[in-house]
C-alpha cells in the first residue's frame, strides 16, 4: 500500500567532495549547498505538498575536522540560521532543530532559538536542522530524561521513549534520501527510520537540484510499504 509522503529526511553529503572535484576550498561546497540548494529544495517540498523536511547539516563526528574548516563551517551556519532561514520563515516555513546545539558558538546556539521562537506559529512546511547530531547520542539523551523524570518502568513505551526524542511532535521519515553515493545511513535518526524508504545517489549534495529530488520522490511513489502487514 503506498501510504502519504509526510516526512523527507535528507543527508546533505558530498559538499566538500564537490568543492575538491573543483580545486576549492572544503567550505565552498557547504557554501554552495546553503547559497543555492536548501531553498529550492524546500521550494519544492512545499510544491509537493510535503509537510516536513529535515536536513542533517553538522553531525557529532564532524567535530573531528581541521579547526580552520569547523570556523568557516560556522559562517555557513550563520547566513543559514539568519537571512536563509529569514527568507523561509516568512514564507510561512516553521523551524526546527535537531541534536545538541549548546556546544556550538553561542551566537549560533542563541540565533536557533530565536528562529524557532520567531516561526514557532508558521504551518506551510516543517523545515529542521540537524546540528551536532547523532543518532546514539539522541538516544542516551532521551534515556537520561526518562531517568531523571523519574518514569516508573512499567510505564515507559514506544511512545514514552518518542516522546523524549528531539523529534517529538514530528512524524517518521517516509523518505530517507542520501546524496553522494554512500549507501549507510551513519547515525542518522535510527529510532525514527524503522520503516523509512531510502534512496541513495551518487550526486552530490551541491548538485542535488529540484529536479534530483523529484526523480527520487518519483522513485517513492512505486515503493510498496506494507509496515510488517500482508
Not at 521550494?43 to 575536522?65: H, L
Not at 517529538?168 to 542518522?188: A, E, H, N, Q, V
Amino acid at each position: 500500500m503506498q501510504a502519504p509522503l509526510n516526512h523527507v529526511a535528507i543527508i546533505m553529503d558530498g559538499n566538500r567532495r564537490w568543492a575538491k572535484k573543483k580545486g576549492l576550498d572544503p567550505v565552498k561546497g557547504h557554501e554552495q549547498a546553503a547559497n543555492k540548494i536548501i531553498e529550492p529544495i524546500i521550494a519544492e517540498c512545499v510544491k509537493q505538498k510535503i509537510p516536513f523536511v529535515t536536513f542533517w547539516a553538522f553531525s557529532t563526528e564532524n567535530w573531528k575536522r581541521d579547526k580552520k574548516e569547523l570556523a568557516e563551517l560556522f559562517k555557513v551556519f550563520r547566513f543559514a540560521l539568519g537571512k536563509l532561514a529569514t527568507k523561509f520563515i516568512k514564507q510561512g516555513a516553521k523551524l526546527r532543530i535537531l541534536g545538541d546545539i549548546n556546544r556550538f558558538p553561542k551566537d549560533i546556539a542563541q540565533k536557533s532559538l530565536e528562529m524557532i521562537q520567531k516561526s514557532k506559529k508558521n504551518t506551510q512546511i516543517t523545515v529542521t536542522f540537524a546540528l551536532n547530531y547523532g543518532g546514539r547520542d539522541e538516544i542516551l539523551r532521551a534515556v537520561k530524561k526518562i531517568i531523571k523524570q523519574k518514569i516508573p518502568v512499567n510505564q515507559i513505551t514506544e511512545e514514552t521513549f518518542a516522546s523524549c526524542l528531539d523529534t517529538i511532535g514530528i512524524p517518521d521519515p517516509d523518505l530517507i534520501i542520501r546524496t553522494g553515493g554512500d549507501k549507510r545511513l551513519s547515525g542518522y535518526l535510527p529510532w525514527q527510520s524503522v520503516y523509512s524508504e531510502l534512496y541513495f545517489t551518487k550526486t552530490l549534495f551541491p548538485d542535488f537540484t529540484p529536479d534530483k529530488l523529484k526523480k527520487a520522490l518519483k522513485n517513492f511513489s512505486t515503493r510498496n510499504r506494507r509496515f510488517g502487514g500482508n
